[in-house]
């Protein structure tokens, strides 16, 4: 009997169909990449329960903080480095644009969806929020790698397939930062009553108060007045420097300028320049050892990120202040309804012939993007404005669905690409 159905699955996988993989083959190649990932997390989930605690919440903020500022820009400034050119900065002009229009799209879905379940006061942008910013970073970046280290994957040479793909998704990652930390900062700003910890039965009474004087809200005034400001030219450079101050902390550039976003800015202005990329990224270039010191730092990233968020989950749903109404509504948006949206976008972008021809991996990697669970950075800006809590409760059950639902959008993506 068990010869018998090795043979009948045998004969399903070897059974292609016109010019694509079978049904069991597509299955194997989307699923085992989810089963890789969700080991990982769970030997990180395992080092974090208080049976092994050899990673503790102190332990992962510095493993979170090492990814964050070293290993994955390291990893992005090798890959994009070496993968980009002023031409492919042209052609790959639809990545942003579509990490824009997902997060757009996704976020209007979260305003209808919050509209219906009226989640409790004050997580109505909360809920939106968490169904408009999907993961289009640290997640899409495990499963190109555990999906090229195939060497059945249905995109060729494993190290093509890997360059190719890190290349595509940090392109995007820029974007992603700026909108997340602009976007997603501003939405997820507490309540006029200053938190989020407050009894969702009472009602919210507009705070009259003003602002609370920090120099971020104050107008930005001449710090070095008398003597320095005499004459009109003087004056007028220290209204230059007091404009772009100003502007510097209004459009928070400190929190834009994130180790992964500058480490994509120096790999694209370096890779662009023919005479740059032939002095770091080339293998015989005089200073390619940098470049493979990046390269080895940044094999370490998607191990550590798993690790880091397997023991990010320990805490389990976390508080239930949103219900289990307003959060299985989160994550079935986010998992359910976002994709087939972003399907129709890429699809409609490439029947405009907006993507480059015969580049399934591009088409590949847009699809991606619009069938992430939520951002794990949301989650740390989410903790920085005093919805830390919650943000981990959806978190947790996002990523757990999610397993089951970023397996069945892959076999479908693979199915229409190939």
Not at 15 to 28: D, F, M, R, T, V
Not at 157 to 178: E, F, H, L, M, R
Not at 206 to 228: I, M, R
Not at 376 to 405: D, M, P, Q, T, Y
Request: positive net charge.
């Amino acid at each position: 009997m068990a010869e018998t159905m090795g043979r009948f699955l045998l004969a399903l996988q070897n059974q292609g169909g016109s010019g694509g993989e079978s049904l069991l083959g597509s299955i194997k190649i989307a699923v085992l990449p989810i089963v890789k990932v969700f080991t990982m997390c769970f030997l990180g989930f395992l080092m974090a329960s208080k049976y092994v605690n050899i990673l503790p919440a102190s332990g992962r903020k510095l493993l979170n903080g090492l990814v964050f500022t070293l290993l994955l820009p390291c990893l992005i400034f090798s890959q994009l480095g070496q993968a980009v050119t002023l031409q492919k900065m042209l052609d790959w002009w639809f990545i942003p644009v579509n990490v824009v229009l997902g997060s757009v799209s996704a976020s209007i879905i979260g305003f209808l969806v919050a509209s219906i379940v009226r989640p409790p006061y004050p997580f109505f942008k909360f809920t939106i929020v968490h169904i408009g910013i999907g993961n289009i970073g640290n997640v899409p970046l495990v499963l190109i790698a555990a999906l090229c280290r195939d060497q059945n994957n249905p995109f060729g040479d494993s190290n093509k397939c890997s360059t190719d793909g890190t290349a595509y998704i940090s392109y995007g990652q820029w974007v992603g930062a700026i909108i997340l930390y602009t976007y997603v900062y501003n939405m997820l700003a507490p309540p006029p009553e200053g938190t989020f910890d407050i009894d969702p039965q009472s009602i919210p009474i507009k705070c009259t108060t003003k602002s609370d004087g920090s120099p971020e809200q104050d107008p930005l005034l001449t710090q070095e007045e008398g003597g320095y400001l005499t004459g009109p030219n003087a004056s007028r450079k220290w209204k230059m420097k007091d404009c772009l101050r100003f502007l510097y902390e209004k459009l928070k550039l400190k929190q834009i300028l994130q180790p992964p976003i500058i480490a994509s800015i120096l790999a694209m202005v370096l890779g662009a320049v023919p005479f740059l990329k032939s002095l770091i990224f080339t293998p015989d270039a005089p200073l390619f050892f940098f470049t493979d010191s990046c390269m080895i730092l940044g094999e370490a990233m998607i191990p550590c990120i798993l690790l880091a968020l397997g023991g990010n989950l320990i805490d389990g749903p976390g508080s239930s202040k949103l219900g289990l109404r307003t959060t299985a509504a989160i994550v079935f948006a986010r998992l359910v309804l976002v994709p087939p949206v972003g399907l129709g976008i890429v699809m409609l972008a490439d029947k405009l012939g907006f993507l480059p021809p015969d580049d399934k991996m591009f088409r590949f990697v847009l699809l991606l993007q619009h069938s992430m669970p939520t951002s794990v950075l949301s989650g740390a800006v989410a903790n920085l404005r005093g919805c830390g809590k919650e943000a981990a409760g959806v978190l947790f059950w996002v990523h757990i669905f999610a397993i089951i639902s970023m397996a069945g959008w892959i076999v479908l993506f693979l199915n229409i690409l190939f």
